[in-house]
């Protein structure tokens, strides 16, 4: 089409074609997706497991660098795919307009010209001899509706029904070639450069083609997803979709899709790849601390997917990555759809998206779902980083200014996805923990007391805690019998004065050096913290397991103690506690007395 466009011409278009090439590219975007899916799964795994040496990693480090190539060939041809059929939505729209236009025309027997102007017959009746006034000719000058002026009196009533109709239909063929304007431009640009190598700077040209073409598939697909619907609703929404639409969605709108709690894991896992990949191309390049620091982090995040797993320890699944904030991003270690025991990690303090996330915490989680598959080979554990959890400025000190905020609006985020957990788990009633880790501990704490509790959460685990904002076990809504809590002697964190303290002269403190904050303002034997009576504490009531000492703060001038809860190594009793519980265990679990 041309910006020369006739009224004949939009009639005639045949949106079947468009959409057929779109299913043509759709095949060719699947067909990608089946060889990077055989090169991973199969190629990849096969070689790593029968081949040793120089030549075997050469072969390795090729074939991903193939899968990728192929993955961005699914991309893009995805793109391709949702940009005609796009097209094609929106002309049909602007024919069914000019459709309608037509048809009224002919029921009043009126003529449509070429150019789409409308001659109407003569009609009414004239003041003077009451002889019909004659008929004439309407062009559309304007935007449809505005008409130009007519004199006092319209002498002839089909004269404004004429001007609607020629209104109508320029409007339609306007629009149109508007519209073919537009996409020509974004098919233009969706070309990938020549070679069998994908760098990152092709990726960073991805990320841009995918933002073009979701700003122009907004009516064909974005308004349609369910942000508004609870994780149930959203789960019937997918099963509802054809496989091709659920394509397009994964072509077009991975991040969506891959955050969007009620999808499966596997399909939330699949988009966050490719997502992943688009997140890399857009930081690739950028000098700002935030983009350096979340592009260390997806990095290490990529090369661990990458990565064969090791014998004993469970497949990853990505179900959630973005840059929004200080960055998230959800791994579970183990599929949490098919698992019969569940648990959500949340850390606190200092966590952000980057290298040490995807390295430590992300270690935490996998130590958790490694040792709850010992009890319970139906286990998986996941590394929940879906808020921005306060930053650590000055040592303890920001955790100390810390507020509830961020607490209570991460804890909304943590009960949506414990909800899309229970909604996509296969089984009746799988066994869900929520273990919180220092401020995230409060965070675990602030969901309890919204909205019913945590969906579906059976046990909750309280470690390195500085308070969870409730002073009894029981009002976390699981039963006292079903909260647990690790507090490691020499963990400062777990012994902050409570605000009353801090108010009666301990502040001034906060801005000193770290020995002086540890030995004035840690909690001296009240059972009063930051955030509430010390969970660990027999007035807070949880059942306290045994946990190491940890290292001496004053000692060694580290917080190492609120950092090995989790670690089979340095603190094996604390890490089977967790792992017992996550697999359902929980009464094997041994009592430590109250602080």
Aim: hydrophobic content about 40%; charged content about 25%.
């Amino acid at each position: 089409m041309t910006p020369t466009l006739t009224w004949a011409q939009l009639r005639d278009l045949k949106c079947a074609e468009l959409e057929g090439a779109a299913d043509g590219w759709g095949r060719s975007s699947n067909r990608a997706d089946a060889a990077r899916d055989r090169i991973e799964q199969q190629l990849l795994t096969g070689l790593r497991d029968t081949q040793e040496g120089e030549a075997a990693q050469a072969a390795v480090a090729r074939l991903r660098q193939l899968g990728r190539n192929f993955q961005y060939v699914y991309t893009e041809c995805g793109l391709l795919r949702t940009t005609l059929n796009s097209l094609a939505h929106e002309v049909k729209t602007q024919q069914r307009a000019l459709t309608e236009a037509l048809d009224d025309a002919a029921a009043l027997k009126f003529t449509v010209h070429a150019d789409g102007s409308v001659t109407y017959p003569a009609g009414g009746e004239g003041l003077i001899d009451g002889a019909p006034l004659r008929g004439g000719t309407a062009s559309s000058s304007g935007a449809p509706g505005l008409l130009p002026p007519s004199g006092l009196v319209a002498p002839n009533p089909h004269a404004a029904r004429a001007q609607d109709i020629a209104d109508r239909v320029t409007g339609a063929v306007r629009a149109a070639a508007e519209i073919d304007w537009r996409y020509a431009g974004i098919l233009r640009r969706l070309r990938a450069e020549e070679g069998l190598k994908v760098p990152d700077s092709t990726w960073k040209d991805a990320a841009g083609d995918a933002a073009e073409v979701r700003d122009a598939a907004g009516a064909y697909l974005k308004d349609a997803i369910p942000h508004d619907a609870s994780p149930a609703e959203r789960r019937d929404w997918w099963a509802g979709l054809t496989q091709e639409q659920r394509e397009e969605y994964l072509a077009v709108y991975p991040d969506q899709i891959g955050n969007l709690d009620g999808i499966p894991a596997l399909v939330r896992d699949a988009a966050n790849r490719d997502n992943l990949q688009l997140l890399i191309g857009k930081l690739e390049g950028r000098d700002d601390e935030k983009s350096v620091t979340q592009l260390a982090g997806l990095r290490e995040i990529d090369r661990q997917l990458g990565a064969a797993p090791k014998p004993g320890e469970p497949p990853m699944f990505l179900l959630g990555v973005s840059d929004e904030g200080n960055g998230r991003a959800i791994v579970s270690y183990g599929n949490p759809d098919t698992a019969k025991n569940v648990a959500a990690y949340v850390p606190g303090l200092g966590t952000s998206l980057d290298k040490e996330f995807a390295e430590g915490d992300l270690k935490r989680a996998r130590d958790t779902a490694i040792g709850a598959r010992y009890y319970d080979p139906s286990s998986a554990a996941i590394a929940w980083l879906g808020y921005d959890a306060p930053q650590a400025v000055d040592g303890l000190s920001s955790l100390a200014v810390a507020g509830d905020g961020r607490a209570v609006e991460g804890g909304a985020r943590l009960n949506e996805f414990t909800a899309g957990l229970s909604a996509t788990n296969d089984h009746e009633d799988p066994h869900l923990t929520a273990i919180g880790h220092s401020y995230g501990s409060r965070t675990v704490g602030a969901a309890t007391q919204q909205g019913g509790g945590i969906p579906g959460v059976d046990d909750i685990v309280l470690v390195g805690s500085p308070g969870v904002g409730v002073d009894r076990a029981e009002d976390l809504g699981v039963g006292r019998g079903h909260v647990f809590v690790g507090s490691a002697e020499n963990d400062v964190v777990t012994k902050m004065p409570s605000k009353q303290q801090a108010a009666a002269g301990a502040v001034a403190a906060l801005s000193g050096p770290f020995v002086y904050v540890v030995g004035d303002i840690a909690d001296q034997g009240d059972d009063d913290l930051w955030f509430g009576k010390d969970p660990a504490s027999k007035a807070f009531g949880a059942q306290r397991f045994p946990v190491d000492d940890g290292p001496s703060v004053i000692r060694n001038l580290s917080i190492d103690a609120h950092s090995q809860y989790f670690d089979p190594v340095r603190d094996p009793s604390s890490a089977n506690s967790i792992a017992l519980i996550s697999a359902g265990r929980s009464g094997k679990v041994k009592s430590e007395e109250y602080r």
